[in-house]
């Protein structure tokens, strides 16, 4: 009788979520992964150390260390080494493409995904799963050292964070999961594409090279060729905001102006303004809900990006034809 009400946790699952329990195990339990967290740790340590050396020198010689210094903590370096935001910026997308670059090539190719869909599974489970496990690790990953930085800080500075810069502080990592998760579903959409997963790795490495390197480099040759040959005020200001637009197309340049204006509250705008616009404005830092509405168009394309990503890969999976392999 005991046994007929006591059933394991695992047969009570959906299926869905145990695939996620496994792929997640895969994840933890993979040397791609550690060595990717040890990159991770090891920047984030530097980078503290490196904000908390510049905020005992420079910053009590400014303002007395009393404007959001916690903030400070992810923003703030003293030229040896990058800032936490900057290493977030630059490590995200690795993070994403490790975590996602073999997600249904390997499968293919160790003959495992025939064998998977061969049981009473959906699917479109296999890729929701593998997407929804790794969004998951890269979450608690994140959030992991994020609470580090803020917990290593507050027994350095001795000073709690306000609630309005925790709010920042969280919302900074969010957002920071969400610029990984682009990088996640580009990798897992050329998992579904291309069945070696080598191939996978460098056409990834690839897209994120385009734009953390040569899009700037198209950005400013743009800009140079296409300058107003009469410089009026009305021309220089349309000619900035058509190179501010081209510049947003590059997901890095959407977190690099959201993450910027949520941990520096002085951030008031960003995009040209005019003497009219800037004429009477008090120069204060802006509460947290103007800063979010400011980089909420951000935050959507990011968000509309990894939603375009994934649905292309989601697509392209459903209609592949899964043989077995010889």
């Known amino acids: 009788m005991f046994d007929r009400f006591v059933r394991p946790r695992a047969e009570s699952l959906h299926p869905f979520w145990v695939m996620v329990q496994k792929e997640m195990a895969d994840h933890l339990r993979s040397w791609r992964f550690v060595i990717l967290v040890s990159i991770l740790v090891l920047t984030c340590i530097g980078s503290l150390y490196t904000a908390l050396s510049t905020i005992r020198e420079a910053v009590p010689k400014q303002d007395g260390g009393s404007s959001f210094l916690f903030l400070k903590l992810f923003t703030i370096s003293d030229g040896t080494l990058p800032p936490f935001i900057t290493f977030v910026s630059f490590l995200g997308p690795l993070l994403g493409i490790g975590m996602g670059f073999d997600a249904i090539s390997s499968e293919r190719n160790k003959g495992t995904l025939s064998r998977l869909l061969s049981q009473p599974l959906h699917r479109d489970t296999v890729i929701n799963a593998k997407f929804v496990a790794a969004l998951i690790v890269i979450t608690v990953l994140l ?28 919302f900074f990592l969010a957002l920071s999961v969400l610029y990984v998760a682009f990088w996640l579903s580009v990798s897992i959409l050329f998992s579904t594409r291309f069945r070696q997963a080598a191939t996978s790795a460098l056409a990834g490495i690839a897209v994120w090279l385009f734009f953390s390197v040569f899009f700037p480099l198209l950005v400013n040759l743009t800009a140079s060729a296409t300058a ?3 410089q009026t005020p009305e021309n220089v200001l349309s000619h900035q905001q058509f190179i501010l637009y081209l510049s947003r197309l590059s997901p890095s340049q959407l977190f690099s102006e959201a993450t910027t204006t949520m941990l520096t509250p002085s951030v008031r705008s960003l995009g040209p303004l005019t003497m009219e616009q800037i004429y009477g404005a008090i120069p204060s830092p802006l509460p947290f809900g103007q800063s979010l509405l400011l980089v909420w168009p951000q935050v959507t394309g990011l968000l509309a990006a990894a939603a375009v990503c994934f649905a292309a890969s989601y697509v392209l999976f459903m209609r592949q034809e899964i043989r077995s392999r010889n």
């Open 143 to 170: 959030f992991a050292l994020g609470f580090l930085v803020m917990g290593l800080g507050l027994i350095a500075i001795g000073i709690p964070p306000t609630p309005e810069e925790l709010a920042r502080m969280v």
């Open 228 to 230: 107003p040959a009469v």
